[in-house]
């Protein structure tokens, strides 16, 4: 999908120096993923609150990551 944006300058120093990509389409893909990976672990971290001795299997795992 094609889209142009606007993007502050300054944020975008900033996010090229964190993900270490130069390139906008790279940047932005990385920052999406990373802003998924984040909820999918907010996610997890609401449904296991308070429950003791909860255990997940490496399959519910990879299935909470790959969503």
Known sequence: MRTSIDIDDA???EIKSLTGVNMKKKALET???EYIK???R???SALTNGMDGFD???SD???LRDG
Do not use: P
Request: hydrophobic share 50%.
């Open 61 to 63: 795992l990879k299935t």
């Open 56 to 58: 997940l299997e490496l």
């Open 38 to 40: 984040m909820k999918r």
């Open 42 to 44: 907010e996610e997890l």
């Open 11 to 13: 944020l975008w120093d």
């Open 31 to 33: 920052v999406f993923r």
